[in-house]
């Protein structure tokens, strides 16, 4: 049974907590920290535009001209991603944990992406996470309610209610001032076990500084995540050497696990 909260989330139309007007339109990228950003980045079919021959183009007036290049651009800065074997390596182990981790009661192993930057491995969650998405819809066309993937992004000096209002903010939570940390996380896992979520996405992992009281805090909170919901968390690991991404399954119980 889905929540009304979690029901409102996927009503059409319906408001999140940082839904930016025009997101994911033309007027701006996606958020996929958002809910409404990241069911637009999962649903995002691309559409290739109709080439016209130049007798065609030279009938078109200047407005219409520009409205045709402004099109193919678009069209062409989106850089689709292509399903490269480091891609589909970590679609399958994320897809394999998360059959492990759905019935287990404790012990459950994340997936770390390693490598250094700009070697794909935001691409790589991403796609994992579209993945996980589109086939739990499959499985149930008609459960429009359910959320199987958080995305969020660990924010620079990471603290545990920072870190807890980053799921809220994914789920479209309403939030207070005098909301504690205790309070955000009792919602935010009653919607993800309402909404039955397998996956959880944290990037940027590296904000969450364990030298600190508050990074050691704030790591604590993904773990307490990680035990409370039947999810596989997976992030993203900077590395100082190696040639690309590459993967450590089961290298730890949660994305704060990497030291």
């Not at 839904?19 to 999962?42: K, M, S, Y």
């Not at 182990?93 to 459950?108: I, P, T, V």
Request: proline share 6%.
């Amino acid at each position: 049974m889905v929540t009304a909260a979690a029901a409102a989330l996927a009503a059409p139309g319906g408001q999140d907590a940082g839904g930016a007007e025009g997101e994911g339109g033309d007027g701006g990228a996606r958020q996929l920290t958002t809910l409404r950003g990241w069911r637009e980045f999962v649903a995002a079919r691309p559409a290739i535009p109709e080439l016209l021959t130049e007798d065609e183009w030279r009938l078109q007036d200047e407005g219409s001209r520009l409205s045709y290049d402004e099109m193919r651009l678009a069209h062409h800065s989106r850089l689709l991603v292509v399903a490269t074997p480091t891609i589909q390596q970590v679609i399958t182990e994320g897809r394999r944990l998360q059959y492990l981790n759905r019935h287990a009661d404790a012990g459950r192993c994340g997936l770390i992406l390693s490598g250094p930057a700009r070697t794909g491995k935001t691409t790589c969650l991403t796609q994992l996470g579209k993945t996980i998405e589109t086939m739990h819809h499959r499985r149930h066309p008609h459960a429009a309610g359910h959320i199987p993937v958080v995305y969020i992004t660990a924010p620079p000096a990471a603290t545990p209610r920072m870190i807890a209002v980053e799921f809220a903010r994914f789920l479209g939570l309403p939030l207070t001032r005098r909301s504690n940390v205790t309070d955000v996380l009792e919602a935010v896992c009653g919607v993800c076990l309402d909404g039955a979520t397998t996956l959880i996405c944290v990037d940027e992992i590296h904000n969450v500084n364990l030298g600190t009281r508050h990074g050691a805090e704030a790591s604590d909170t993904l773990k307490y995540f990680a035990e409370r919901l039947p999810v596989t968390s997976s992030t993203p690991a900077s590395a100082s050497s190696g040639p690309g991404c590459s993967m450590a399954p089961g290298a730890s119980r949660s994305p704060a696990g990497a030291r």
